[in-house]
């Protein structure tokens, strides 16, 4: 098998691509995820960085000591996190999970500019996706690792930009 690796989107964080016939397998560290290269665009279009098919339990659903923080966090970090309602633990139990559903694609491209900005100034920056009118986003940190005040800080930044330019009404 070879092995190709994405060059077109610096956003994609898994390591590598493997071509079985007219299959593409996608190698992340959760599991492997089939991505049929004969499909219709339509079809095609449903690479996302997080697997939606994993199960993510509320940051509420879980006793804070369940939860890994990174070393040398303030006392109140448990309590700001279970502010933010509308985040997921992710499966490590040292991030947090998000997608927003915006009304259009540049609302989607405005956030994360909006964000990118953030991010720079606060030297803090997430994993995430876009897909049209969709942004999934990862805060953990890396080093110390486990989830730090930065991660709650940048997620409530994050729920404040979206509703100011406006999720998109079920």
Same mark, same amino acid.
């Given at each position: ?8 989107? =610096? ?5 590598? +691509? $493997? ?15 089939? *991505? ?11 690479? /996302? ?7 993510? =339990?509320? *940051?509420?659903?879980?006793? =804070?000591?369940? @939860? ?10 448990? $309590?700001?996190?279970?502010?933010? /309602?509308? +985040? ?7 991030? @947090? !999970? ?5 009304? !259009?694609?540049?609302?989607? +491209? ?6 990118? #900005? ?20 990862? +805060? ?8 730090? @005040?930065? #991660? ?12 100011? *330019? ?5």
């Amino acid at each position: 098998m070879a092995c190709l690796v994405p060059s077109y989107s =610096p956003l994609v964080s898994f390591k590598s +691509w $493997t071509k079985a016939g007219n299959t593409l397998l996608r190698q992340s560290t959760r599991r492997v995820l089939p *991505i049929n290269l004969s499909a219709p665009s339509s079809q095609s279009r449903t690479l /996302s960085l997080f697997d939606p098919s994993s199960p993510r =339990p509320s *940051i509420s659903a879980h006793n =804070p000591s369940e @939860i890994r923080f990174s070393a040398g966090q303030p006392e109140d970090l448990p $309590t700001r996190l279970l502010e933010l /309602s509308a +985040w997921e633990l992710g499966p490590s139990k040292s991030a @947090i !999970t998000r997608q927003f559903t915006f009304r !259009t694609f540049n609302d989607a +491209w405005r956030f994360m500019s909006v964000v990118a #900005d953030e991010c720079k100034a606060k030297r803090h920056h997430p994993s995430w996706s876009n897909l049209y009118n969709q942004v999934s986003i990862e +805060w953990t940190t890396h080093k110390p690792q486990g989830l730090s @005040i930065k #991660d709650v800080d940048m997620a409530a930044f994050c729920d404040r930009a979206a509703d100011e *330019i406006g999720l998109k009404m079920p």
